[in-house]
């Protein structure tokens, strides 16, 4: 392995690139060969196509997006293979149609309905997500014809693309996943308090939620301003530690309700003794409010927050803005664990899963004019997040540029082996405005940004009905647009 690693440093190498007269940022593409890697992965039986068979070669792809994760613009940023074989191995290149997040919908119909799309744009869940109506909407095309994936390179994805299906067409290319949220805590505080380090109850199986209940209410005191939790992923972290959702797939591939499901329920209860304890941050009745501003993570180097729940990746970041919100990374208080489990549950632990960054999934757009090329990139960037000395420099990089622990490292891989063995995806990034509002009012919001919430029996009670009409209309839609 040290070899192996030398030889990738070895081959690290930059370009700057300058662009005279513009006031743009100067990209740097840092990037590795991938010769070595090519090897050890064909002992796998995976392989990327060969130069003279591959469609697409020789070609640019237009990249749209808010964001260029191809060239990198710091050179400390580590490190971009997918572009390296893209651009050396298959001599093609990439130009960057560039939108913002807020725009990125009108811009893309926009530059299709003018006859100049782009090839490539991020896929997406949660927020950013393109499916389902960006693909009723024609914005975005199938992938099957250019991506087959019974592939061994691709076979490991194919049961998280299948949740992104219309009629019998796959609309999204997963790369990687990761899982959404998970509980950060200070060790420092929570030794402090007497309480059992997270991390230790997770892997002696006693990470559950009696226990993450019982340290919260130990812990807030409303008077002394000390509040369990604080953010906004906690209004959701007990359904998703069921491992449910409230809008899923039914057996035939339609949208369906799962309101009525008891884990839903039992989670949204926890939820709700939670906030009617006092244990969630509020300023007076605004349930809203954010300790700090809007800080995400202020009050846990003070013990004035007992836990965090937000994604792990908010932790690649320089080492002292993290250090004088989150407490002493360097020196092992900043600690992560799964979301706890239901005690009354199945057994398993669950986390939500999502993509990684605006490059952990991709879409072609509809009409592309270099779809080939497009599938051939999209190839290339899932080679790198196999490679396993790319695996190897990224975590040296979390240790050295970003202060990670060996135990962070074990623990973001034991998470997303958890999000990858129980998949779990957020359906409602991206549905029709009647459904989008009418399922904000059956998320965990609805209980926890109240100071006089109700129960999910009334919740589901009030808003059941206008839920099941507005799904049936999606399903209506998917089936004309099938059709």
């Not at 991506?147 to 994805?157: G, K, M, Q, V």
């Not at 997963?174 to 109850?201: C, H, M």
């Amino acid at each position: 392995m040290k070899r192996i690693m030398a030889l990738a440093l070895a081959l690290i190498m930059v370009l700057a690139i300058t662009a005279c007269g513009s006031k743009k940022r100067q990209p740097i593409q840092l990037t590795l060969s991938t010769e070595d890697s090519e090897a050890i992965l064909a002992a796998a039986g995976i392989a990327l196509p060969d130069v003279t068979e591959a469609p697409g070669a020789y070609s640019n792809v237009q990249w749209f997006c808010w964001g260029d994760p191809f060239q990198n613009y710091s050179e400390d940023e580590m490190v971009n293979t997918g572009y390296w074989t893209f651009k050396n191995k298959y001599e093609c290149d990439i130009t960057y149609v560039e939108t913002t997040y807020s725009s990125r919908n009108d811009d893309l119909a926009r530059l299709i309905t003018g006859g100049t799309p782009p090839d490539l744009c991020s896929g997406g869940s949660n927020a950013t997500a393109i499916y389902p109506m960006n693909c009723i909407q024609e914005m975005i095309q199938p992938i099957d014809p250019y991506i087959d994936l019974s592939d061994p390179l691709w076979a490991p994805t194919k049961d998280l693309a299948d949740y992104f299906v219309l009629g019998n067409n796959h609309y999204q290319i997963v790369l990687t996943s990761k899982p959404s949220n998970v509980v950060v805590y200070n060790r420092r505080v929570i030794n402090e308090w007497g309480f059992d380090d997270p991390a230790q109850l997770y892997f002696n199986d006693e990470w559950t939620w009696d226990v993450f209940y019982n340290m919260c209410m130990d812990f807030s005191d409303g008077d002394e301003d000390r509040y369990a939790l604080d953010g906004y992923a906690y209004v959701g972290m007990f359904m998703q530690s069921e491992g449910q959702q409230v809008l899923v797939h039914d057996e035939n591939g339609d949208f369906a309700s799962n309101i009525d499901s008891p884990e839903i329920e039992r989670g949204m209860n926890m939820l709700y003794d939670l906030v009617k304890n006092n244990c969630t941050y509020h300023e007076g009745n605004n349930y809203w409010a954010l300790r700090g501003n809007g800080t995400f993570g202020s009050g846990m180097k003070e013990g004035s927050c007992l836990f965090y729940v937000i994604g792990e990746s908010f932790f690649k970041a320089p080492v002292s803005e993290i250090e004088s919100v989150w407490g002493d990374i360097t020196n092992g208080e900043l600690m992560f664990a799964p979301l706890p489990r239901d005690p009354q549950g199945d057994g398993n632990y669950y986390l939500e899963t999502s993509f990684e960054d605006i490059n952990g999934s991709l879409a072609i757009v509809n009409n592309a004019k270099n779809p080939e090329g497009a599938a051939l990139l999209a190839a290339c960037m899932r080679f790198k997040k196999i490679d396993p000395i790319v695996i190897q420099i990224d975590n040296r990089q979390l240790k050295e540029k970003y202060h990670w622990s060996d135990e962070m490292i074990e623990m973001s891989n034991e998470c997303k082996e958890i999000a990858d063995r129980h998949v779990v995806i957020d359906l409602t990034g991206n549905l029709p405005n009647n459904l989008q509002g009418a399922m904000g009012n059956l998320g965990g919001n609805a209980i926890a940004r109240s100071a006089d919430p109700s129960s999910w029996a009334q919740i589901k009670e009030e808003y059941k009905e206008q839920v099941q009409y507005y799904i049936d209309e999606l399903n209506a839609m998917v089936n004309e647009y099938d059709t």
